[in-house]
């Protein structure tokens, strides 16, 4: 293989330098280990705010285009950061598109960005370059997996080439990505065991990461390379100060209970414990209870209370954008009731913290959202646990048996300081269900739909079977269906809303028309029956149906929340076309204006075959491949193919 070089103007000298340029701050020891180690390792566990994704992209970077040529031969040209939710993608991608910008490889080495309703159609035109993609465990991994959530599936195979071939997975905050992280270690397994093409690897990173849940059937018995931070990390006063910020932590007086709503009772007890002029962050477990008590604290906001807001999932992106630009920007006071998506990865400080019990690698993520820098006192920062009646059903989407070795730690804290939360952790964690197995993996290869005329559905191995989604749009048309020319939906109009509140909404509509895009016949089929509509899919509702509250001039309201009273406005931005039919595809017409001989095209795939090899310099049986290219539609000169295709 020919050596990968940087081909900015100015590559830099050093990793320090990198880092510098890149990020304005020399690299902590473990960022520096990660980049100039003799391998990548495969798990990185750092505290929350210790710069885990610098480190990967930025050591990812490093060894692909500026270290020795052994190093950069041994790391893959494309960099996947598989995150678990939206946010988290849209803040990843700007940091690393940041980063690239500042040492001038922005258009050498491209991001692309991969969640529901916002996947560029071109990602996938250059295999042989250097490329990012940031997106959510669900774009991502149903592509390994050869069922892409929201593509036509005549690419399937492409985007599983590009998925497990010549590639370095990161996977961040692994303790939100569900049977999402044993299908990830199952992967890594076979591409290790199986002849994938170019070099492959697998990085998982967390503050709390347990082992076990990665010894899946086919890693079980293998070692892990593991990176930690150390005496030497702690040493410097930035990460020293964050490690020990006092966060003196607390039972909450108020309790969820079994039966009924204690939003009022937590409510109160928020608002007593709330200091003007900070922030006071509560984090709760599920959609439904944040706006039960956004809706509580809103009415005391009539009364002359504090500014409150809500921030969850099933937000329409402008309009959580909207609020996330106002409530985690430093200068803003109040109350924000959030669920998990502020858990991992946004960078949020709060002097006063509120949070539901859950297992304790959340509540370990929950509570760096407390005096994060170290920015307040013992006596101005504080962490209220809310406890959880035992019950199998109040303790969703959490099984209660991990809320209750949560519940026996916090008893014996007093502190939730990063010092005080690094006792060792023993290893009780097992992979998540269900676990792919080769087998299974083999099986996708095979894409005739069932019996029931649907494909095999792979959401199972990609996240909770309770914590999946579908994808909501609002509009106005003329005539019963809509019209199949109508604009592409933009990612803006796009909600993301739980397959089964969404379902709940349904049985309200009584029969009232709901639509999905169907790739094969390029139109919009109405969907009458609940199981019609599945994980990944995109529905279209006529705007007068309703379920969605927000006022973009006041950033109130609760968003999706199934209610048909509440009407949600227009979204007047630009359209970003998803993934579309393969006669709207324009890979399938080759670049072509007019029709071509197929002689012509056999030509120019043979010599786009050439250009890839020569790109690529590998060593490759470049006459093979030319010749496959030239081959490849020669079934196409078929009579019965040849009448079907005729102007």
């Known amino acids: ?76 040209r494309r960099l ?61 991994l149903s592509r390994a997996l050869m069922r892409g959530y929201g593509m036509g599936r005549a690419r399937w195979p492409m985007h599983f080439a590009f998925l497990n071939d010549d590639v370095l997975w990161v996977i961040d905050e692994t303790q939100l990505l569900g049977p999402g992280l044993s299908t990830s270690a199952q992967l890594d397994a076979f591409r290790s065991t199986w002849r994938t093409f170019g070099p492959n690897h697998t990085l998982w990173m967390s503050a709390t990461l347990d082992l076990g849940s990665l010894r899946t059937v086919d890693r079980r018995g293998r070692d892990f390379r593991v990176l930690r931070t150390g005496p030497a990390d702690e040493a410097e006063p930035t990460l020293r100060r964050r490690m020990y910020a006092p966060k003196p932590l607390a039972r909450a007086t108020t309790v969820v209970p079994r039966k009924g709503d204690a939003s009022r009772a937590l409510a109160a007890e928020i608002l007593g414990a709330h200091r003007a002029g900070t922030r006071t962050l509560v984090v ?53 009731v959030s669920t998990q998506v502020v858990e991992a990865g946004v960078d949020v400080d709060s002097a006063t913290l509120f949070t539901e019990l859950s297992p304790w690698s959340s509540m370990v993520q929950r509570f760096g959202r407390c005096n994060r820098r170290g920015d307040y006192s013992a006596t101005e920062a504080a962490v209220h646990w809310i406890d959880i009646e035992d019950d199998d059903a109040t ?125 094969l016949s390029g139109a919009w089929i109405r969907c009458r029956r609940p199981e019609e509509i599945v994980p990944g899919h995109v529905v279209l509702l006529a705007a007068d149906i309703g379920g969605y509250e927000f006022d973009a001039a006041t950033l109130a309201g ?34 072509y204006s007019t029709w071509i001989t197929l002689e012509q095209h056999s030509q120019d795939a043979a010599d786009a075959a050439d250009g890839l090899v020569r790109s690529l310099q590998l060593d490759l049986p470049g006459e093979t491949l030319r010749t496959a290219a030239r081959w490849h539609d020669a079934g196409k000169a078929h009579e019965g193919f040849q009448e079907a295709v005729r102007p």
């Open 284 to 336: 709760v477990n599920r959609v439904s209870r944040a706006q039960n008590v956004y809706e509580e604290l809103r009415k005391a906001v009539r009364r002359g209370g504090p500014q409150v807001a809500v921030l969850h999932s099933r937000f329409r992106p402008m309009d959580r954008q909207a609020i996330q630009a106002q409530v985690l920007s430093s200068g803003w006071s109040g109350v924000l």
């Open 558 to 591: 609760c968003g999706f929340d199934g209610d048909p009273k509440h009407r949600p406005s227009d979204i007047a931005s630009p359209a970003v076309s998803t993934e579309d039919a393969s006669d709207r595809d324009p890979l399938a017409f080759g670049g």
């Open 80 to 140: 996947v950061f598989c995150l678990p939710m939206r946010t988290l993608v849209e803040q990843t991608a700007a940091a690393i598109t940041a980063w690239l910008e500042r040492v001038g490889l922005a258009h050498q080495v491209p991001v692309s960005v991969l969640m529901g309703g916002s996947v560029p159609a071109d990602w996938d035109e250059s295999p042989e370059a250097d490329q990012v993609l940031v997106g959510t465990q669900d774009q991502l």
């Open 395 to 519: 303790a969703l989407p959490y099984a209660a048996a991990d809320l209750e070795r949560s519940r026996q730690k916090l008893i014996a804290l007093a502190d939730a300081s990063p010092d005080s939360l690094r006792s060792p952790a023993e290893e009780e964690a097992r992979p998540a269900s269900p676990v792919l197995r080769s087998k299974d993996l083999l099986d996708l290869f095979d894409t005739t739909p069932d019996l029931t005329g649907h494909d095999l559905d792979v959401s199972p191995y990609v996240r909770s079977v309770g914590d999946t989604d579908v994808l909501v749009a609002w509009r106005c048309w003329d005539g019963e269906v809509p019209p199949s020319d109508m604009a592409p939906l933009g990612r803006d109009e796009l909600c993301a809303v739980g397959i089964g509140p969404f379902r709940a909404f349904q049985k309200q509509l009584s029969g009232q028309s709901m639509y999905r895009w169907d790739f």
């Open 1 to 76: 293989m020919a050596e990968v070089v940087g081909t900015n103007r100015d590559a830099p000298d050093s990793v320090e330098d990198l880092y510098r340029t890149a990020t304005g701050h020399s690299p902590f020891p473990f960022q520096l280990a990660l980049a100039t180690g003799p391998s990548i390792p495969e798990v990185l566990v750092a505290p929350t705010g210790a710069g885990k994704t610098a480190a990967a992209v930025l050591g990812w970077l490093w060894r692909r285009r500026f270290a020795g040529a052994a190093v950069r031969r041994e790391t893959p």
